[in-house]
């Protein structure tokens, strides 16, 4: 089954860039788009953006100025960058899909993985 | 683009049914069949329970329903049992081609 797993650094400092990557199992990357969802601790979840297989994206108008998202389909991977963090960065970042046809409600999720914005 | 609204709570006892509301606008809940609901428990990821306003995934129980009018979409539980304790979260697809989340609703069971 379609698996999504989140990594990268857990703690970046302000004014810097915060860099994530999702690996994808058991899925073709070609067939779906993939998400990028975050999460600050104790609070709602925030759509960041999306990412087709052709590297056409969507983003959070809110995130636009600072958000570049990228995929790598010969790795099976795709990645999400943050440019100019502050502490209200910091938050849980998930990375999502839908590949059982469930259109924009996305059915896989990765675990989450905790990024921290602190000097 | 605006967070969808949610009440943020909600409560019932085991066995009732309770309804969940997420409002938006005409550019988004109103304007697509594209509304999904998700539960998440404390510490874990968001689990899918509604997709397209009204369609359950595999695997998600026949208490879950989804519905439309207008600007507003409803998530009832039936049935309520212990384990449906959770935060629910809509999200819904805009004229932006974005997506947006509503602020979340704690569902107690009493």
């Known amino acids: 089954q379609v698996q999504l797993q989140e990594s990268g650094p857990g703690l970046v400092k302000p004014s810097e860039t915060l860099s994530l990557t999702c690996t994808v199992s058991g899925a073709s990357m070609s067939s779906y788009y993939w998400n990028w969802i975050r999460q600050p601790a104790g609070k709602g979840l925030e759509w960041i953006g999306r990412i087709y297989a052709s590297g056409s994206t969507n983003y959070n108008p809110s995130l636009k100025s600072r958000v570049t998202m990228s995929v790598d389909t010969s790795k099976n991977q795709f990645s999400l960058k943050l440019s100019s963090v502050t502490a209200a960065d910091t938050a849980v970042y998930y990375c999502?899909?839908?590949?059982?046809?469930?259109?924009?409600?996305?059915?896989?999720w990765g675990q989450g993985t905790t990024v921290t914005v602190s000097s | 683009q605006s967070a969808l609204t949610q009440p943020a709570s909600v409560s019932g006892s085991p066995g009732q049914s309770i309804t969940i509301s997420c409002t938006g606008t005409?550019?988004?809940?109103?304007?697509?069949?594209?509304v999904s609901w998700f539960q998440q428990h404390p510490g874990k990821a968001p689990k899918l329970m509604i997709y397209e306003v009204t369609n359950r995934p595999s695997g998600v129980s026949n208490r879950f329903s989804g519905s439309k009018s207008g600007d507003t979409a409803s998530l009832t539980i039936s049935g309520l049992q212990a384990e449906d304790e959770a935060d629910y979260y809509c999200?819904?697809?805009?004229?932006?081609?974005?997506?947006?989340f509503g602020g979340g609703t704690k569902l107690t069971v009493l």
């Open positions: 005409s550019s988004d809940v109103g304007g697509y069949n594209y």
């Open positions: 999502a899909t839908a590949p059982h046809g469930s259109g924009y409600g996305m059915d896989v």
């Open positions: 999200s819904s697809y805009t004229s932006t081609s974005t997506l947006v």
